[in-house]
């Protein structure tokens, strides 16, 4: 057997015998190697790292790309993960420091299994949201640190004018929704929540990473570490309804054939087409009286459209009313939250429909839940 010598002047040879590794001679004798690395990096290893990471490798923290840009004046802080592990380790970022080299989130973002030897998350402490109210849904306090409002609506609508299409509660305000709550809230209505806000099952882990069952769980698209609740398996729409059923919330729930839609209708016909939808495209047709396809929404058509007609946000500098700059936060709020009412299905539509009624008081908000 021939051992490989460490002289420290070759940089893959010093690696390998710091691992302990054993290189077989030419009769292929079995190699050394340590069992705690074994564990993850075997052939039959005890944690299925390869299956998670082929499941990451398709989730938006790995192929969105937002820490090539965004790296300083806070955004580091969940777009980087350097600045990430850093404001787990202390609290907080420096926000005019540059990340040298920042990476994307990734597996040691989460987690730090060569530091600690295990796979526990970084911290699972509840998040003070933007407004002051209290997220607390144990491991899902980790997501809620980055997806959740990062500014209040009373500072954004002060504001009146819109000079960037990152305005507003900025672009994953989940934390919020299933929270119920930093949206703006019209003058004299009343809000409530989905029961999704109260059950601790209905949380981030549960609905987004437990793994399909049959053979779909081969899937790296859907679940687990993809953390995505639809997908496409073999030329077709597959949605992950496992965390529904397998939380004990629903006794069974099925999608719609050939969509990514779940199948559960709504209360009401909140869009005003004149028939009950699933409670998905009820809210799809409520964020389409603001913008859609056929430029005909209310941002496109208003005096001075704050989206084209091809549904593409406009930059001006133009001074909107404050009932419009309102209408326009709940719009995002809810369009970025991005679960199209399946968060909170109660607050998005009291939400959506109020700024409706609040731009055009011919909207018929009769049937508001």
Known sequence: MTRIHCYGTVIGSFLLCLLGWTIADSQAQNSIFPKDCVDCHGSEPKFPVRGIRSQYQTSGHRTLGNASYANADDCQGCHTNEGFIQRAKTGKVDIKKFVANPSEIGCFTCHAPHDSGNFALRM??????????????????????????????????????????????????????????????????????????ALPNANCVT?????????????????????????EVHEEHKVNT?????????????????????????????????????????VKGLLEKFVNDKGSGIFQTMKEPMYDAKGKFVNTKTQY???????????????????QGVHNMTYAVQILMDSLKALDKNFDDSKRP
């Open 321 to 339: 009313p404050v009932d419009a700059v309102a209408a326009l936060y709940n719009y995002k709020f809810v369009l970025e939250d991005r679960s």
């Open 124 to 197: 699972t402490t509840k998040v003070t949201l933007a407004n002051g109210a209290t997220f607390d849904k144990d491991k899902s306090n980790l997501c809620a640190n980055c997806h959740r409002a990062r500014r209040m609506p009373k500072d954004e609508v002060r504001a009146r004018n819109i000079p960037t299409d990152s305005w507003g509660a900025h672009h994953g305000p989940q934390a919020d929704m299933l929270a119920g709550t930093n949206a703006h809230e019209f003058t004299g209505k009343k809000y409530a929540s989905s029961v999704h806000t």
């Open 242 to 282: 496992a965390g529904c059923t397998n939380s004990g919330c629903h006794g069974s729930m099925a999608q719609v054939k050939g969509t990514h839609y779940f199948e559960k209708a709504a209360a009401q016909d909140f869009d005003g087409d004149g028939k009950v939808e699933m409670a998905q495209e009820e």
């Open 207 to 231: 609905c987004h990473m437990s793994l399909p069952s049959g053979r779909y769980s081969l899937a790296p698209s859907v679940g687990g570490h993809s953390f995505r609740i639809a997908g």
